[in-house]
C-alpha cells in the first residue's frame, strides 16, 4: 500500500460550490461568551444562493453564540475520515419560526431531496421549534486531504 501523500488546492467560489454541495457533514465553530471557541458537528448543506444551511434548535449553544458574535468558521468533511476537507469563514445569521419555515424546506431539499409530504414536514418543524443557520460564506482555504508532508512520505 502507497503513502498518502498530503495535498491542499484552493477552489474558485463554483469549485468550492460544487465541493460543499457534495457533503453534509461538518463542524460549526461559534465563540463563547468567554472568547473560547464551540464546536459543534452538524448536518449541512447549502441553499441555492451558496450559503451554508444548518437546522437547529434556538436553545443550542451555537445559536447563543451566533447571536452575540456571528463570524463562524464551517469545517466541511467527507464521509470518509481520510477524505478532503474544506474550511469556510462566514457570517451566521439565525432565522426563528415563521421566517424559518420555508427555508427549512430548501434545507431539507438540499440534504435529500423532496419529502414524501411537505405539509407534514412543516408541520414537524413547527411543533419541534426548529431554527434555522445561514452562513454567507466569505473566505475559504483549500480544499485539503490528510497524509504525509511530501518531504516524510515513505519511500
Known amino acids: 500500500m502507497s503513502a498518502s501523500i498530503a495535498n491542499a488546492e484552493k477552489p474558485s467560489r463554483d469549485e468550492l460550490l460544487i465541493f460543499l454541495r457534495a457533503r453534509s457533514k461538518a463542524i460549526v465553530i461559534t465563540t463563547r461568551s468567554d472568547g473560547r471557541p464551540q464546536a459543534s458537528p452538524v448536518a449541512c448543506g447549502v441553499d441555492t444562493e451558496g450559503r451554508l444551511v444548518i437546522s437547529t434548535y434556538p436553545e ?6 451566533i447571536r452575540r458574535v456571528p463570524q463562524v468558521s464551517v469545517c466541511m468533511i467527507s464521509d470518509d475520515w481520510d477524505g478532503p476537507y ?19 424546506v430548501d434545507y431539507f431539499r438540499a440534504l435529500s431531496g ?15 421549534g426548529k431554527c434555522l443557520i ?7 482555504g483549500p480544499i485539503a486531504t490528510g497524509g504525509f508532508p511530501p518531504d516524510k512520505a515513505p519511500s
Open 60 to 65: 443550542r449553544a451555537k445559536v447563543r453564540n
Open 114 to 128: 423532496e419529502h414524501p409530504d411537505w405539509d407534514a414536514y412543516r408541520e414537524a418543524m413547527t411543533r419541534q
Open 86 to 104: 474544506v474550511q469556510v469563514d462566514g457570517s451566521a445569521e439565525v432565522l426563528d419560526l415563521p421566517d424559518a419555515l420555508e427555508p427549512l
Open 134 to 140: 445561514r452562513v454567507n460564506v466569505d473566505r475559504w
